[in-house]
Nanobody, 123 residues
Framework: QVQLMESGGGLVQAGDSLRLSCLVS????????MAWFRQAPGSRREFVAH???????AYADSVKDRFTISRDNFKNMAFLEMSSLKPEDTAVYTC?????????????????WGEGAQVVVSS
């Protein structure tokens, strides 16, 4: 079975940077496209970023030029580098994966999910 586990969340101040990690077990990462989603308290889950197996990326407009998604297939990990953090970035961040490559980044298109990591950005 495929398991995803996030780490690296925490409390930071507006303008700070933070890196989230997602460790994948049960599957070689090179077989998966990966993504990050987030859900703020009282809000709907939203797409954040996607990286395909070849390294091409896509981002939500709200995080473009501030967040960077990456992958390290040797370590079986995906990452989300966040910079210039804003209070509105406060959310539970969850990594997700899927076997196929295409350009629909809806949450329902991802088969494998982690439990989530809390990120709190204070003003």
């Amino acid at each position: 079975q495929v398991q995803l586990m996030e780490s690296g969340g925490g409390l930071v101040q507006a303008g700070d940077s933070l890196r989230l990690s997602c460790l994948v077990s049960g599957r070689n990462l090179n077989s998966l496209a990966m993504a990050w989603f987030r859900q703020a308290p009282g809000s709907r889950r939203e797409f954040v970023a996607h990286i395909n197996r070849g390294g091409s990326t896509a981002y939500a407009d709200s995080v473009k030029d501030r967040f960077t998604i990456s992958r390290d297939n040797f370590k079986n990990m995906a990452f989300l580098e966040m910079s210039s953090l804003k209070p509105e970035d406060t959310a539970v961040y969850t990594c997700a994966g899927r076997n196929l490559e295409y350009s629909d980044y809806s949450a329902r298109e991802y088969e494998f999910w982690g439990e989530g990591a809390q990120v709190v950005v204070s003003s």
